[in-house]
């Protein structure tokens, strides 16, 4: 078994994690078929980001260095992903065809509507040494498939079980274990960062309302809104290209891997 410590199996751990609770939310269920819903532009979903003029590479030279725990960190990471995703928009993905953004959070894949194939929840590495670039420098994606998953004969999405190998999510090409990441976009990011402001602010106002014996039925009504729009906030899907990618470690990435 491997150690567990803050630089080696406590990330793997994280990783699968997610796989699997994602993975299991929607276990043994069929969906309805139904083409992924394009997210909206709206106050509800959206939120405004930061003007960031330094490049990729110019920003991933200020995180050398830092604690990739602190707050410090997090916000140069937060400005490189608006940088990555500018370049996304504009280069596109490299072994993959681009789903549109669905508000669904809860399951690791979706099925595209015109093919009726399987898409994956995009992944990348944000460790500011790894040498990968997508089309134009921009981020290079790559999907970690789950056994179990398959599309039924009316283009429904269908899990019949859920076992994800216990593979070790290294970046397939820094190999790193401590970067690896769900994609976000940083709209998405941004408006989540609003959104657990304002239910921590609901919070401590149903707690005061409870602590004064009063009814917080609003506040706790309010709580539930929030985490919802959190869940529903939109995540890039990928649909695999087979000639054009290899599997490495836990993922399918694209064979320029350097």
């Keep these: 078994m491997m150690e567990a410590n803050r630089e080696g199996s406590w990330p793997t751990l994280r990783f699968i994690g997610v796989l699997l609770c994602t993975a299991l939310l929607c276990s043994g269920c069929r969906h309805k078929p139904a083409a992924p819903a394009v997210v909206p532009s709206s106050k509800s979903n959206t939120a405004e980001l930061p003007v960031v003029t330094q490049t990729p590479d110019e920003i991933r030279a200020t995180m050398r260095g830092m604690d990739p725990y602190s707050q410090e960190f997090e916000d140069a990471q937060f400005k490189l992903v608006i940088k990555l995703d500018e370049l996304r928009k504009q280069h596109g993905v490299e072994g993959f065809e681009q789903v549109p953004l669905v508000k669904r959070s809860q399951t690791v894949a979706v099925v595209e509507p015109k093919t009726r194939t399987l898409a994956w929840q995009a992944l990348n590495c944000l460790n500011p040494d790894c040498p990968a670039r997508g089309p134009g420098g921009g981020p290079f994606?790559?999907?970690?498939?789950?056994?179990?998953?398959?599309?039924?004969?009316?283009?429904?999405?269908?899990?019949?079980?859920?076992?994800?190998?216990?593979?070790?999510?290294?970046?397939?090409?820094?190999?790193?274990?401590?970067?690896?990441?769900?994609?976000?976009?940083?709209?998405?990011?941004?408006?989540?960062?609003?959104?657990?402001?304002?239910?921590?602010?609901?919070?401590?106002?149903?707690?005061?309302?409870?602590?004064?014996?009063?009814?917080?039925?609003?506040?706790?009504?309010?709580?539930?809104?929030?985490?919802?729009?959190?869940?529903?906030?939109?995540?890039?899907?990928?649909?695999?290209?087979?000639?054009?990618?290899?599997?490495?470690?836990?993922?399918?990435?694209?064979?320029?891997?350097?």
């Design 141 to 258: 994606l790559f999907v970690s498939p789950v056994k179990g998953f398959s599309v039924g004969p009316n283009g429904e999405l269908v899990i019949e079980s859920v076992e994800p190998e216990m593979k070790s999510p290294n970046c397939p090409v820094c190999g790193s274990s401590n970067y690896v990441r769900v994609y976000e976009m940083p709209e998405a990011i941004a408006r989540h960062r609003e959104l657990m402001k304002e239910l921590m602010k609901t919070r401590e106002a149903a707690l005061a309302q409870r602590r004064a014996g009063r009814p917080h039925e609003e506040e706790s009504n309010r709580s539930v809104a929030i985490q919802d729009e959190m869940h529903s906030l939109p995540k890039l899907y990928l649909v695999p290209q087979d000639t054009k990618l290899h599997e490495v470690g836990a993922f399918l990435a694209p064979l320029k891997t350097k």
